[in-house]
């Protein structure tokens, strides 16, 4: 059943078993799990099954050294980020599960096997392939162009498998809305978290709506699933009882945030024989239904060797100088100024009409494009640092909640292992650049909006905020879904582990349920 929260009674005490907050790839995932099942379930989500400009405006902050925009970097409706998502997946590594001693508070009090069959479920939900096709070596017999083959144990082929471009919000919003255990609440915002006087459980959720309607949710059982910086957001701002926010007792709600950082430089390969295209995104092969195609990083050894966070590789080729110079031309506009060199920009978008429209037509139609010129693409792994953080600013959203303030910088070891994995690569492919990469990607970096451990999960209270089944310590009814619960983040997409964690999230509340 779909609610428009809008036109809720005001004041009205809504009652179920479980209430889920967001509908993201996490939310969602829960709901379905818990679908036509035996358990009462509210799923709310703060915007429509649309994008609204009022709605997202909700996402602005301030943040830090990088110009980084909370609000750009988010979707708020139905769906979440979902809706601007490649689909890109690859489960985590074994080693990014384990706890390395050069990365001060890594280690997952889980291992990947406890993950794996949660994983597999994952594909499905996520409309991806057989799980076994993110092992190389099955892979390879099956690929028309194939990965490189390096000798020695230094490099490893990594696979990336790509659903269907899909948006949770329109491909579960049928299904959801039919199941009759299960009400969404759109344009419903979760402002407080309500709890007894010791804050050990849970009585209700306020929500608030733009138009200023408020009501509340009463539950058996909490999950907050809004992303790796409201998750924070709302727990900080429910400081009723624990004056620091709720589940903050040991100063940890909001710290070690981390994101997925990465840059792109041209790729000049000295020995020709090299095919890179397997590491292409716009070159992705099909086996079997699913599309394929890979990434290149460190092995497990180099990195133990040398101490290193995980880097990961891919290519793309490189667009006809009229797309660039459009590129340019366009940013220049936004701003209200004229281009620098604009008669050479204009060159550029007039001389090669046919290159351009090859370019444009089979990258946005059919989202593939082969080319001969490449730009290198890493991405590194964050080092959780907990200076690197989200709090509440002194500014007020349009429904008088705080909003969210976001500081992160890179640590000189995380620049020294960046520079270290560029040139080990670029060692082993023969290649020329990957200094000036390793500059780039330290000091102009771009970001994938993967917002990940600002609730970290840890056994020891001390050390995280929600336990190895996601709930938060001292409090018996409150558990956090989505990737604030990494305690490290790899250099992987956080999504396919989103949801395997949160299918493993949804066992685990059925059965404490159904067991009293």
């Known amino acids: 059943m779909l609610v428009d929260a809008r036109r809720v009674e005001r004041n009205r005490v809504l009652e ?6 967001g509908a993201g ?14 358990l009462q379930v509210i799923l709310l989500e703060s915007g429509g099954m649309t994008p609204d400009a009022k709605t997202q405006s909700l996402y602005d902050g301030k943040a830090g050294e990088f110009k980084y925009s909370l609000s750009a970097t988010r979707l708020r409706y139905f ?4 809706n601007h998502w490649r689909a890109n997946c690859r489960p985590y590594d074994n080693l990014d599960f384990e706890k390395r ?7 997952w009090p889980l291992n990947k096997s406890d993950l794996v069959p949660f ?20 892979l390879k017999p099956l690929l028309k162009v194939p990965p490189i083959v390096f000798l020695g144990n230094r490099i490893q082929n990594n696979v990336i498998q790509t659903g269907r471009f899909l948006s949770f919000g329109k491909y579960y919003r049928q299904l959801i809305s039919r199941a009759k255990n299960i009400t969404t609440c759109t344009y419903a915002n979760a402002t407080d978290i309500e709890t007894n006087e010791a804050a050990s459980t ?20 909490f999950i907050l699933a809004t992303g790796g910086i409201e998750n924070a957001r709302l727990l900080l701002a429910s400081n009723n009882i624990q004056k620091a926010g ?13 994101e997925h950082p990465y840059a792109d430089f041209p790729l000049q390969i000295s020995n020709g024989k090299i095919d890179v295209r397997f590491y292409s995104y716009w070159e992705r092969q099909k086996v ?12 497990d050894e180099v990195m133990k060797e040398h101490a290193l966070t995980r880097i990961n590789v891919f290519v793309e080729p490189v667009p006809p100088k009229g797309v660039l110079s459009g590129q340019f031309v366009k940013a220049s506009l936004t701003k209200k100024k004229l281009p620098r060199d604009l008669s050479t920009h204009t060159k550029n978008i007039f001389s090669d009409p046919y290159g351009i429209g090859k370019y444009l037509f089979t990258k946005n139609v059919l989202q593939r494009f082969s080319g001969k010129n490449y730009l290198v693409r890493p991405s590194f792994e964050m080092i959780p640092d907990p200076n690197n953080r989200v709090t509440l600013s002194d500014e007020r959203d349009s429904i008088n909640q705080l909003r969210a303030s976001l500081q992160f910088r890179f640590s000189s070891d995380e620049k020294e292992s960046v520079s270290k994995s560029l040139a080990i690569l670029g060692k082993e492919l023969g290649a020329t650049g990957f200094e000036k990469g390793a500059e780039r990607l330290i000091n102009r970096p771009k970001f994938y909006s993967h917002h990940m451990g600002t609730t970290r999960m840890h056994d020891n209270p001390r050390q995280g905020v929600v336990d190895r089944n996601c709930r938060v310590h001292g409090i018996s009814n409150l558990f956090i879904a989505g990737s604030s619960v990494f305690p490290t983040g790899s250099a992987a997409a956080p999504t396919l582990t989103i949801v395997a964690l949160a299918v493993r999230l949804a066992d685990y509340v059925k059965e404490i349920i159904k067991s009293g």
Not at 27 to 37: C, F, H, P, Q, Y
Not at 119 to 138: E, F, M, S, T, V
Not at 246 to 255: A, F, K, Q, S
Not at 288 to 298: I, K, M
Request: with cysteine; proline share 2%; glycine share 10%.
């Open 16 to 21: 179920t078993d479980v209430c889920i907050i």
């Open 25 to 38: 790839a996490a939310g969602i995932t829960i709901a379905k799990e818990m679908m036509d099942g035996p």
């Open 79 to 82: 769906g979440g980020s979902t």
């Open 101 to 107: 001693s050069w990365i001060p508070l890594s280690g």
């Open 119 to 138: 994983y597999k479920r994952a594909q499905d939900i996520c409309q991806l392939g057989n799980y076994d096709y993110y092992d190389i070596n099955k």
């Open 202 to 221: 849970v009585n209700r959720l306020k929500v608030s709506c733009l138009n200023g309607n408020e009501f509340y949710i009463s539950a058996r059982i």
């Open 246 to 258: 709720l589940g903050n007792e040991h100063d940890l709600v909001g710290r070690h945030f981390l």
């Open 288 to 299: 079997h239904n699913t599309e394929v195609w890979g990434q290149l990083s460190l092995s």
